[in-house]
């Protein structure tokens, strides 16, 4: 939050540092839970007191109102950043309709362009979908490591790691028939994020060196390391000095779906990935342990269960998933390595998980929503000419708000039963 | 790591010892072979600032028994390590091993060239003022019982606002108090969001982090790039301290930065001070050890916590503002390029003390400056693989020496009262 021009976006009532003491009227004792164990707290209360907390405390509502409240904060920076706006802002107090009413017209009008590129046709919808098919794979590779307690913020370098794999596969090696040269670049793409996964996997389990450390720090290296490989003659497409690699051969691009429009295959391969995930993680041993690892680790140990066995498989699965991603857009959607071609999808899928509360449905929900946000973005920078960054203003908005529930229970004054903190990761200890 | 088992602590002396060997290995294999006769000359004197009034000899050694000699001495004490162990000293001469083996490295790398020892030093010192003010915010913080992620959040706001601040009243210093203002703005909302609202805490510094990034950017595109006058911030220049910037070797080294150098080296002092010698640290660490018996003997919790995370990001945002005032001398997008985790990194490596923060920043910083003065030398290591080393060395610090840490018992836990 820099704007200098915009402190009032905070719709937190400011709270002075006495005023925050423990009594405020939405927190009860009920919610005075153990961390490590989340149990439901509305247990005791009748039926109907039941209804209304599973109705008002629920995550649906609470991030319908997050998305409310992220799209105002968004108004006012659109607003803001309007020089017309900003005009009329200087005889404010002589007529103060002028600036409402430019501050009205100019984010109706971002948003309206931007509703209009997510879902206003076929082609919006085939752009959305194409944005939606990384996120969806991104955020799963958050949502899985966050059931064992862990964060993983190195979904980029898994992306990098995944994509600079498969497009490598698929331009060096020639000759194959397309049934067997398109599931090989695939499949190397899952095995280099995967080997990009199990790195800070295994430092963690064998050495304690905290994951979000050293896959920040996988991040960068491996954002180096393209652009060293993009620079080597066996990537680098000839004739050009700049970061891009040969073109991967017909035999192993993931073909679209319609003619004319740039959604790809890889759509199937999240649906099928989605659902054997959701059975991986809701009804297998494997993610019964994962899960178990992740509320009470102790307790998981003293049951017979491995915890660094399942710290260094969440996260090389993790890096499975974000590796696809990265394989996807470069066999689906670019056909060439270039400098940067992950654009921050390892980041956004943090988002696409903390929405998703880390379950597969919502990260799958919200993979889709982010998607058309993308999509709705790209469209309104070039309608409006407010800039995409608005975008990651507004997810980084929307997950403020969900991942504080009490704070979105405060501005809209519901009184709550649910549990008050939105807490998903541990912390340095864990 | 102090309280390991026996078994353990053999395990991890044959580790370490095995480790030293391998460096031993690497640079008598390496460095010390195929450059008989070359000479590396180590340049002492400040060749581009001013002169100072001594001046001292370049060192001149020759590569291969130097290289050999080095590679002796850490396989010597390798070989004790393994052995016999140095106990709870381990760490510290498995600390200074790797230092000979850099010097070994540099040696070899600068073959035939000279290598500017104090342009390195100096550089050094640079790059770890951010990364020494982050991990100082994240000290404050955490030492109170709230993990701050959110460093690198702090450093993109107040980097932002410096340069906005200083471009439009032409004041270094007025930009530098918009920055430390930023950098409390973002504190502020991790201590509202944490403290209050008790959202998980390392989820809010991550998504403050994505929020930084989003706004500065946004607004980098929206009106910083439309108004390039307001990107153009007056940079602090270099104050020689008298006398002392005088000092051969020393003087260029300490005493001849720009201001945001200076309040580094002070923060570290008044924090590590008002830490441990104070009744307003102990308080702090009170909080963050035990907020429950704090509370009871009356020390205000929530009170402190507040303050603390705020004056944390006070102090980030001075680190921020080294970018934009200092560094580049205007902003641009994602331009901290992921110091505020390098930043967490030196904290965690200098266990939540601030000069143990100083410490760790000096190593990721001296990471930061060989890879550019490698590739001034041209070594032969493409300049792209170079700029990894930062990030490869902090890896392996905090895989290799720090290890599980003993982190303040309250942290990250929201306090509620009874």
Redesign the interface.
């Known amino acids: 939050m820099t704007t200098p021009e915009g402190p009032d976006e905070r719709q937190v009532p400011p709270p002075s540092p006495d005023a925050a003491s423990a009594d405020e009227p939405e927190v009860r004792g009920a919610e005075e839970r153990d961390r490590e164990h989340a149990a439901p707290v509305h247990a005791a209360a009748g039926p109907m007191e039941r209804f209304v907390a599973a109705v008002t405390g629920t995550s649906v509502v609470v991030t319908i109102l997050a998305f409310v409240s992220a799209m105002v904060v968004g108004a006012l920076f659109i607003a803001l950043s309007e020089e017309a706006v900003r005009e009329s802002m200087g005889y404010f107090l002589a007529r103060p309709g002028d600036a409402l009413s430019a501050a009205w017209s100019v984010s109706a009008e971002a948003y309206g362009a931007l509703f209009r590129g997510a879902v206003g046709g076929a082609y919006q919808l085939s752009e959305t979908g194409t944005a939606a098919i990384p996120l969806i794979l991104t955020g799963l590779a958050v949502a899985i490591p966050l059931r064992a307690g862990m964060f993983n913020i190195g979904g980029e370098g898994q992306v990098i790691a995944g994509g600079v794999v498969a497009g490598f596969v698929g331009f060096a090696v020639t000759g194959l028939p397309f049934l067997v040269h398109l599931p090989l670049a695939i499949l190397a793409g899952i095995l280099g994020g995967a080997a990009y996964g199990f790195l800070p996997g295994i430092l963690k389990a064998r050495t304690g060196a905290h994951e979000v450390i050293t896959t920040i720090m996988l991040n960068n290296i491996a954002i180096y390391v393209t652009d060293y490989l993009l620079s080597t003659d066996r990537f680098r497409l000839e004739g050009r000095s700049d970061p891009i690699s040969k073109t991967v051969e017909a035999s192993a691009v993931l073909p679209r779906i319609f003619a004319g429009l740039r959604l790809h295959w890889g759509l199937l391969l999240v649906v099928v990935v989605a659902v054997a995930i959701w059975w991986l993680l809701e009804r297998s041993t494997f993610g019964f342990e994962l899960t178990a690892v992740g509320k009470n680790p102790d307790a998981a140990r003293a049951a017979g269960m491995s915890t660094g066995r399942m710290i260094v498989l969440g996260l090389t699965l993790a890096g499975a998933l974000a590796g696809l991603a990265g394989g996807a857009q470069i066999l689906g959607l670019q056909q060439r390595i270039t400098g940067g071609f992950s654009g921050g999808l390892g980041f956004d899928g943090i988002t696409v998980a903390l929405l998703g509360r880390g379950s597969v449905g919502g990260t799958v929900a919200a993979g889709v929503l982010f998607g058309a946000l993308k999509a709705g973005g790209r469209s309104m920078q070039g309608a409006t000419g407010t800039s995409l960054d608005l975008v990651v203003v507004l997810q980084a908005l929307i997950i403020l708000f969900v991942a504080a529930p009490a704070l979105v229970r405060a501005i809209f004054r519901i009184r709550a039963q649910g549990p008050a903190t939105g807490e998903l990761a541990k912390g340095w200890g864990a | 790591m102090t309280t390991a088992t026996p078994p353990d602590l053999d395990r991890r002396n044959r580790r370490f010892g095995i480790f030293a060997l391998v460096l031993a290995a690497i640079a008598g294999a390496v460095f010390a072979t195929g450059t008989a006769g070359v000479a590396t000359t180590f340049q002492l004197n400040d060749v581009f600032g001013e002169p100072a009034y001594a001046t001292l000899p370049a060192v001149v050694v020759p590569v291969a028994p130097t290289a050999l000699f080095l590679a002796l001495v850490i396989a010597g004490v390798g070989l004790y390590q393994a052995v016999r162990g140095f106990g709870d000293r381990a760490t510290i001469v498995i600390s200074v091993l790797l230092g000979l083996f850099v010097l070994a490295f540099l040696v070899w790398a600068a073959r035939g060239q000279q290598l500017q020892v104090l342009a390195l030093l100096r550089g050094t010192m640079r790059a770890a003022v951010p990364l020494a003010l982050g991990a100082l915010s994240g000290v404050l913080c955490e030492r109170a019982g709230v993990?701050n992620?959110a460093i690198e959040g702090q450093f993109?706001?107040?980097a932002?606002?410096a340069a906005?601040?200083s471009s439009a009243t032409g004041s270094p210093w007025l930009g530098l108090v918009?920055g430390i203002l930023?950098g409390g703005?973002?504190g502020a909302?991790l201590a509202?969001?944490s403290?209050?609202?008790?959202?998980?805490?390392?989820?809010?510094g991550?998504?403050?982090i994505?929020?930084?990034?989003?706004?500065?950017?946004?607004?980098?595109?929206?009106?910083l790039v439309p108004n390039p006058g307001l990107n153009a911030p007056d940079r602090f220049g270099a104050v020689t301290v008298p006398v002392l910037g005088d000092i051969p070797l020393i003087g260029p080294l300490l005493f001849r930065h720009s201001v945001t150098v200076y309040l580094m080296l002070l923060a570290v002092v008044v924090v590590q001070i008002a830490l441990f010698r104070t009744r307003w640290g102990l308080r702090l660490r009170a909080v963050g050890e035990h907020p429950k018996a704090a509370d009871t003997v009356g020390i205000?919790v929530?009170?402190t916590r507040?303050?603390a995370v705020i004056l944390g990001g006070m102090v980030a945002g001075i680190g921020g503002a080294y970018f934009t005032l200092d560094a580049a001398g205007q902003f641009s997008r994602e331009m901290s390029?992921?110091r505020g985790?390098?930043a967490?990194?030196a904290m965690?490596v200098g266990r939540y003390s601030p000069a143990g923060a100083l410490g760790a920043a000096l190593i990721f910083g001296f990471a930061d400056a060989l890879s550019t003065s490698l590739q001034i030398l041209n070594v032969g290591i493409?300049s792209?693989?170079l700029?990894?080393a930062p990030?490869?060395v902090?890896?392996l610090v905090?895989?290799?020496l720090?290890?599980?840490?003993r982190?303040p018992a309250a942290?990250?836990?929201?306090?509620?009262?009874?």
């Open positions: 993990i992620i993109l706001a107040a932002f606002t906005l601040v918009g930023a703005l973002v909302l509202v969001l403290i209050r609202y008790r959202a998980d805490q390392i989820v809010v991550v998504v403050l994505v929020l930084a990034t989003g706004v500065t950017s946004f607004l980098t595109s929206q009106l205000r929530l009170a507040y303050r390029g992921g985790f390098i967490l990194a965690l493409p792209t693989l700029l990894t990030y490869v902090t890896i905090v895989a290799g720090v290890g599980r840490l982190m942290d990250g836990q929201p306090y509620v009262k009874e």
